[in-house]
């Protein structure tokens, strides 16, 4: 079975700094991916970034780069320049293409982009 | 190009009735996928499809039924509604074998008295 750990429930963060979502993850199968979603309070899922678990670099995605560690099983989220739309809850998942060939999603992290 | 829809945004069930909610898809996408997300909690995975007339089951199919007949539509159905299958149903499809992004409909929000 895959897991994600998400152990930040909340975390503010001051307008224009950068900020650090944390996710750890758990998962047998040799070749996954990792996923990081945004949800605003309105409610809809939108994807952020993805890393492959044979990709060799980091991957980034204008302000959102993705740390990967794999040795670690981690996968941070680093936000750039935090704007104030940037409030909202983040969540880490994990898909493997192994037997499961499901995404497996974390408990998430509200993030609260302070004025 | 509409992306994912879902029909309806919002019902309120009695326990014991039955339901059928409504995925779309305009992406030609082969996989699609039902999740239910809970308060403080991550999206759960119902059940899933690989492509036309198949389905899987996910993380928490218990309760839930659904129905693969065109591909680009993804039918959730609840038999005899429960509260505790009061949450928030999002549907999602994607391309290939799913390492890749995932898009998301934007959410059902269920409730069962």
């Known amino acids: 079975a895959q897991k994600i750990t998400q152990t930040q429930p909340g975390m503010f963060v001051q307008e224009k700094e950068a900020v650090t979502l944390d996710c750890t993850y758990d998962t047998s199968d040799p070749s996954y991916g990792l996923f990081w979603y945004k949800q605003p309070s309105s409610g809809e899922m939108i994807f952020l970034i993805y890393?492959?678990?044979?990709?060799?670099q980091n991957a980034t995605e204008g302000r959102y780069s993705l740390n990967f560690q794999k040795a670690r099983k981690s996968a941070n989220l680093v936000i750039s320049a935090s704007q104030l739309g940037d409030s909202a809850m983040y969540f880490c998942a994990v898909f493997s293409s192994g037997s499961a060939r499901q995404l497996t999603f974390g408990s998430g992290t509200q993030l609260t982009v302070l004025p | 190009n509409a992306g994912v829809t879902q029909t309806p945004k919002f019902r309120v069930l009695k326990t014991g009735q039955s339901m059928t909610l409504l995925c779309a898809q305009d992406?030609?996408?082969?996989?699609m996928y039902w999740y239910r997300q809970d308060p403080g909690m991550g999206l759960r995975l119902i059940h899933y499809?690989?492509?036309?007339?198949?389905?899987a089951k996910g993380e928490v199919p218990d309760g839930y039924n659904v129905s693969r007949l065109k591909k680009q539509n993804f039918l959730l159905g609840l038999e005899s509604a429960a509260p505790s299958q009061t949450s928030v149903y999002f549907c999602a499809s994607s391309y290939g074998s799913g390492v890749g992004e995932q898009y998301f409909g934007p959410g059902t929000r269920l409730t069962v008295t």
């Open positions: 992406m030609n996408h082969e996989y």
């Open positions: 890393q492959g678990s044979y990709d060799q």
């Open positions: 499809s690989v492509g036309e007339g198949t389905t």
